[in-house]
């Protein structure tokens, strides 16, 4: 196997901004150059590295990471991170802070992050936290491209795995998926509509199942999101009636929904604050359906800085569990 030709740590970085970018268009952006110049940059950077392993395809939407490139971009990351830092001593330039990129979805944003970013403030003072407000696709995709460090995600394992394989054939077995807590559902509607009258004709001890869903007409859960789906899947046979245009905003939007009497809203026992407790019936759900929350990485992001980031999301979200919610088990990779 014949050697690369040389290789500038200019162009390791053009690649690594690119890796960790969402697109070509934003790699240029940072670079402040233009994307046919990124382009141009990526196709030479592969051609230089001749007949070594090939760490970019074409895919989709054009460039892409291969398994290999996702392999060796944490080495790549620390060889331009270094030599970042002997420049900056050099030069008696401040040192660029490290950045941590999380995505999370709207509960964890209001439930988890608050907690975890004060933490992470006090705990890597040198670090500059990007926080991203996402769907539980693009959270998926976007660590599996770099674009994101870390993701919170509803999706299961096998659900992420499905995703991953569907959008990177090539690619198995990317991400790491770890538990971070578990939260149990509710089912609640306003007293003044059938949904609430129906609720409260059922014992607030005895849990509803499935099949009672039935009955009612829902608001909430986005038909894309993993929650939907796994819904979906337990009730397989019982039609469900979801009430239209009232699955987006999360669930405060639910709440807000069933509060004008659109429905009733299946929302994890967290998220209803004891001043609403009065407008709605409430009953506790399947026991067996919970908001499961899991943490999405790479296999690169396993430093010193992981390990502490692991740490405090995980605190964070124990102390946001509720009375009622406990935590998950063993971490699964997929």
Known sequence: MGRPTEISLKMLHAFLTW????????????????????????EKFQTQIGSGPRL??????????TDEGHLILPVIRDLVRRFEQLEAHLSDRDE??????????????????????AALREKLPDCRLETHLARGLDRILGVANAQY???IVTHTPDQVHALVRKHFQSRERLLTC???????????????????RVLSQLSPQAAIAPHQLSGLRLVGLDPQSGLRQRLEKLTEGTPLTFAPDTHTGGWPAALACA????????????????????????RPFDESFTLDEYLITRPDFSDSTSAVVNAVLREAALSSRGPLARLCGESVRV
């Open 149 to 151: 460090d870390l993701a």
């Open 259 to 282: 509060e004008q009497r659109l429905g009733a809203a299946l929302v994890p026992h967290t998220v209803l604050p004891p001043s609403r407790e009065q407008s709605f019936v409430a």
């Open 56 to 65: 970019m395809q074409r895919g989709r939407a054009g460039w892409e990471l």
């Open 96 to 117: 660029p802070p490290r950045v941590l990129r999380i995505a999370t979805g709207q509960f964890a944003a209001q439930y988890i992050l608050p907690r975890a970013i």
């Open 178 to 196: 770890e538990p971070l807590a578990r939260y149990p559902f509710v089912v609640v509607a306003h007293r003044d509509t059938p949904e609430g």
């Open 19 to 42: 890796a960790e970018s969402a697109s070509e268009d934003e790699a240029a952006h940072k670079l402040g150059i233009t994307q046919p110049a990124v382009h141009r940059k990526l």
